[in-house]
C-alpha cells in the first residue's frame, strides 16, 4: 500500500514539476495570443533582437511570399496605448497599403492609435508592430506602429513574426539606430515611438532630435513629447533648447511644451520669456499660455507686465486678453482697474472691450458709471 501511494506522490510530483518547467513558455504564449492567423512564434528563441530579425527575414525569404512581413514585439512603455474604441468588436484586421501599415476593425475603417496618459514608474507593456521589405536589411523597416496587447490582430495575408518581450534598453537602441536613415514621416511616428520607452536615455535622444537639422514638425514632435514627461529633467531640456533656437515658430512649440507642466520651475520659465525674452511673437505667446494658468503668480505676472511703463504696447494689450481669458471672479476686477487707472490709453480701451464680453454685474455697474459720468 505503501509504495502504491509513493508512486502516486511521484506522478503527481512529476506533473507538477512539468507544469512548473513549462508556465514560463504558456505565459509566453499568452502575451502573443493578441496575434492571429499567419503567425510564427519565434519568442522562445534566445537570440538577441536583430538576431531574431534575421531569422524572420530567413524564415519569410523561404516562404516566397512576397516582399512585406511583419514583425512584433513588446517592450515596457511609459505610457498605455489602445486602440480607437468607436469600432465594434476588438478584431483589427493587418495590411500593407501603399507600403505601410493599415490597421482596420472589421472592415468598417482605419483605427487610429491614442495613450491613455503616463502611468507609473513601471510601465506598461506595448506592442510594436514594424513593417519589413525583403529587399531592405533585416534589422530595417518600412513603418512602424504601436498597438494595443489587450486587443485582436488578425494578419490574414501578410504574415507576422512574433518575437516576444524584449528588453526596453534593446528595444531602444534599435530604433534610435535606424532613426537617421528613415523618411520624414517615419522620423515623426519614431519621435513617439521612441519617447515612450521607459528608458532615461530617451531624453537626450529627444533633445538632440530637437536641436537635430530636420524638419519643423520633426523638432516640434520631439519638444511636445518632452514636455510631456513633465519632471525636472526634461524642463532643463526645453530650457537648453531654447536658449540655443532662433526659430519663432520652434521657440513658440516650446512655450507650449513648458505650459503642459504644472511645476513651478515650468511657469517661471514662462514668465520670464513673457516678461524678458527679445522675440516679441514669443513674449506674446508667452503671455497668452500664462493666461490660461490662472494661478497667484502668473495674474501677478500679467498685472506687472500691462503696469510697466517702459512696456511695449501690443505686449501690454495682449497681456490685457490673457487676463480676459482669466475666471470671471478673477479677470473682471483686474480689467476694470485697468480700464480705470492704465496710462496707455490704447490699454485701457481693451480692457473695456474684453469687460464689454464678459456680461457681468460688475461690468455693467462699471460702464453705467463712465457713462452718467459722461
Not at 16 to 42: C, H, T, Y
Not at 156 to 173: Q, R
Not at 271 to 296: H, L, M, Y
Not at 326 to 352: C, F, G, H
Request: with cysteine.
Amino acid at each position: 500500500m505503501m509504495k502504491k501511494e509513493n508512486k502516486v506522490r511521484i506522478i503527481l510530483s512529476l506533473i507538477l514539476i512539468v507544469l512548473w518547467i513549462s508556465f514560463p513558455l504558456m505565459a509566453e504564449n499568452e502575451k502573443g495570443s493578441f496575434l492571429q492567423r499567419k503567425v510564427n512564434d519565434l519568442s522562445k528563441n534566445k537570440a538577441s533582437l536583430t538576431e531574431k530579425f534575421a531569422l524572420a527575414q530567413s524564415d519569410f525569404q523561404k516562404t516566397k511570399g512576397g516582399n512585406f512581413y511583419f514583425t512584433v514585439y513588446t517592450f515596457l512603455s511609459r505610457h498605455k496605448i489602445h486602440e480607437d474604441s468607436c469600432w465594434s468588436g476588438k478584431d483589427h484586421a493587418v495590411a500593407v497599403k501603399a507600403e505601410k501599415i493599415k490597421i482596420s476593425s472589421k472592415g468598417k475603417g482605419w483605427n487610429t492609435v491614442e495613450t491613455t496618459g503616463d502611468k507609473d514608474k513601471e510601465g506598461a507593456q506595448t506592442g510594436l508592430l514594424l513593417l519589413h521589405n525583403l529587399f531592405q536589411k533585416s534589422d530595417e523597416f518600412a513603418d512602424a506602429r504601436l498597438i494595443d496587447i489587450d486587443e485582436t490582430y488578425e494578419f490574414f495575408e501578410t504574415p507576422v513574426y512574433w518575437l516576444g518581450e524584449v528588453n526596453t534598453e534593446e528595444s531602444f537602441l534599435f530604433l534610435e539606430k535606424n532613426f537617421e536613415s528613415q523618411d520624414t514621416h517615419l522620423r515623426e511616428d519614431l519621435v513617439f515611438i521612441i519617447s515612450s520607452h521607459s528608458s532615461p536615455e530617451t531624453y537626450n535622444f529627444l533633445k538632440k532630435a530637437a536641436l537635430g537639422t530636420y524638419t519643423n514638425k520633426v523638432r516640434k514632435t520631439a519638444i511636445f513629447w518632452l514636455g510631456n514627461y513633465k519632471d525636472e529633467k526634461s524642463l532643463n531640456c526645453l530650457k537648453e533648447i531654447y536658449a540655443k533656437e532662433q526659430d519663432t515658430k520652434i521657440k513658440e512649440h516650446i512655450v507650449f511644451a513648458l505650459q503642459l507642466s504644472s511645476q513651478k520651475q515650468a511657469l517661471e520659465e514662462l514668465i520670464r520669456i513673457a516678461r524678458t525674452d527679445s522675440n516679441r511673437e514669443v513674449r506674446k505667446n508667452a503671455v497668452f499660455w500664462i493666461g490660461q494658468k490662472a494661478s497667484a503668480e502668473c495674474i501677478k505676472a500679467l498685472k506687472e507686465i500691462v503696469q510697466e511703463p517702459k512696456e511695449e504696447s501690443d505686449i501690454k494689450e495682449h497681456a490685457v486678453f490673457a487676463i480676459s481669458q482669466l475666471p470671471k471672479e478673477k479677470s473682471v476686477p483686474l480689467l476694470v482697474d485697468i480700464a480705470r487707472t492704465n496710462k496707455s490709453a490704447a490699454v485701457r480701451k481693451k480692457a473695456i472691450f474684453w469687460l464689454g464680453q464678459t456680461g457681468s454685474d460688475e461690468a455693467l455697474k462699471f460702464f453705467e458709471e463712465i457713462l452718467l459720468k459722461k
